[in-house]
């Protein structure tokens, strides 16, 4: 049967549009840009345990929209509601920004980082223990564009091309903000696509807020390269305020704000 994607991300917004207000946190713009691509890439990834409490797939977030891993996990049943209901509160273990979940025995949440720029580092270490291992399974970074920028995100895409880690996927919400402005205003990394393909990575661009493009991307890699997939997106998607707003990057989510966004997401 197929899934209804468009239903599980509307679904997944208005979760997490309820523990950050709860929290009174932030990042709620990164959030929900980057919902229709976590929707399916944790719906597909195979959580299998394999050894030491990792599983056979290995999904990184990028660290400030934990509260979305958080709800994904909940709702394939791999952590405990109480990562939903205790979410940013005093003295928690669910924190706003992603820590490795040691709270039961799969290592869903392998590793974390409140910097950016150390998600594909991460999972091209990992990637590469599965291959020496000769292990199944894939590891996906879902990154952001201002991760780009970064001088340890080149050195992983020249490491991951060396060792031929075709079982690496990384996934970047294209939403073309960071947080003090837009991408092209302060460091441009444009045309992306090119970049990444001269490091000799498979290339696909899509839609990223698109579930059957999405879906299709992650059944069409290719099989001998590392890949990379540029999922174009809006920050702040599914609500009309939020939309293509960086105010949202920091800002917490009033009461009205709460409510006008839930009405909307109905």
């Known amino acids: 049967m197929e899934r209804d994607y468009k239903k599980l991300a509307n679904e997944l917004r208005k979760t997490v549009l309820l523990m950050t207000h709860s929290a009174q946190s932030s990042h709620i713009g990164s959030n929900f840009s980057v919902t229709d691509i976590m929707t399916v890439v944790y719906d597909i990834a195979d959580f299998t345990p394999i050894h030491n409490g990792l599983t056979k797939d290995i999904v ?36 706003t920004i992603a820590e490795p979940t040691e709270h039961n025995e799969l290592k869903v949440l392998p590793f974390s980082t409140g910097a950016m720029g150390y998600i594909l580092p991460a999972g091209v270490g990992f990637a590469l223990a599965k291959k020496l291992n000769k292990e199944e399974g894939k590891v996906y970074c879902i990154i952001s564009d201002g991760e780009c920028q970064i001088g340890s995100f080149y ?33 441009n990394i444009e045309p992306l696509n090119e970049k990444i393909k001269s490091f000799g990575w498979a290339i696909q661009k899509i839609n990223g ?52 966004a839930l009405k909307e997401l109905c």
């Open 60 to 95: 990184l977030p990028k660290s400030w929209t934990v509260a979305s891993a958080y709800a994904c996990l909940v709702r394939r049943g791999l952590l405990p509601q109480e990562a939903i209901d205790d979410y940013g509160k005093e003295g928690t273990k669910w924190t």
């Open 155 to 187: 050195e992983s895409l020249l490491i991951a091309k060396q060792h031929e880690l075709s079982n690496l996927i990384v996934l970047c919400d294209n939403n073309s903000w960071q947080a003090m402005g837009r991408i092209k205003d302060i460091l």
């Open 209 to 260: 807020h698109d579930h059957e493009q999405i879906e299709n991307a992650l059944k069409n890699v290719d099989k001998t390269l590392p890949n990379f997939i540029i999922c174009d997106t809006i920050k702040g998607m599914g609500y009309s305020k939020f939309y293509d707003n960086n105010l949202y990057h920091y800002k917490r989510v009033s009461e009205e704000e709460l409510n006008e």
